[in-house]
């Protein structure tokens, strides 16, 4: 397996854009998870998804953001409009739950997102 | 909610030497998992090391080894040996019954030769 894929690897827009963020999960696993990354904040949860429905959504900053997982292969995260603010390393990671027990979550290498 | 602090921004060693990084989280729930990543300059997450809380015994990955204290919560990562490559941001992570995964702060550490 290829491993968590997301794209673009690097994203420069103006602010008022909208912006997509792409990704896809390791195949087979039911758990994906978006994280934002910025040097004030750390690694912030944003979202998690089991089996393609989201669980916890409250680490969404506001309503700009959006994600949704369409299938088990495929997840967006959404901002729209994007404003300076939101420049930051993005993540997704996935990971498996089964019988009780679960792997550790895989990340993708992040999309670095550049808001002007 | 769950909790993670880590509470040491930075850390240095020297080559060769032993290092110490700090974590604590707070929960009610009794059985979670909890993780060490490494972050390098690639900026690439990489699973250092982990521990199932119903594991009294603390888990060891080559040159890395936890110091899980269940009670206290704490959950500490002991690199040996250490090397330049092992220069990174270095992130601890809980997840519980609810696989939310969450992460503290992260602490940098810098390798000296």
């Known amino acids: 397996d290829a491993g968590v894929i997301q794209s673009p690897r690097h994203e420069v827009t103006e602010m008022g854009q909208e912006v997509t963020l792409r990704c896809k999960p390791i195949?087979?696993?039911?758990?994906l998870f978006w994280y934002r990354q910025t040097m004030m904040r750390g690694l912030e949860l944003l979202i998690y998804f089991n089996n393609n429905v989201p669980i916890d959504d409250s680490g969404m900053p506001e309503d700009r953001f959006s994600a949704k997982m369409p299938n088990a292969s495929f997840s967006t995260l959404k901002i729209q409009p994007s404003e300076p603010r939101d420049s930051a390393v993005y993540f997704c990671a996935s990971s498996l739950r089964t019988g009780g027990w679960s792997t550790e979550a895989f990340f993708g290498q992040g999309t670095r997102l550049t808001v002007v | 909610a769950q909790t993670v602090t880590q509470s040491q921004p930075e850390m240095s060693v020297q080559e060769a030497e032993t290092v110490t990084l700090s974590c604590t989280y707070d929960?009610?729930?009794?059985?979670?998992?909890l993780f060490w990543y490494k972050q390098p300059p690639s900026r690439q997450m990489i699973l250092v090391i982990r521990q199932e809380a119903y594991k009294q015994q603390n888990a060891t990955e080559n040159r890395f080894s936890v110091n899980f204290q269940k009670a206290a919560k704490s959950f500490s990562l002991k690199i040996s040996d250490s090397q330049l490559g092992d220069a990174a941001m270095y992130f601890c992570?809980?997840?519980?019954?609810?696989?939310?995964?969450?992460f503290g702060k992260g602490t940098k550490l810098t390798v000296n030769p």
């Open positions: 195949s087979g696993h039911d758990y």
């Open positions: 992570a809980f997840q519980g019954g609810s696989e939310k995964l969450v």
């Open positions: 929960t009610s729930e009794s059985d979670y998992y």
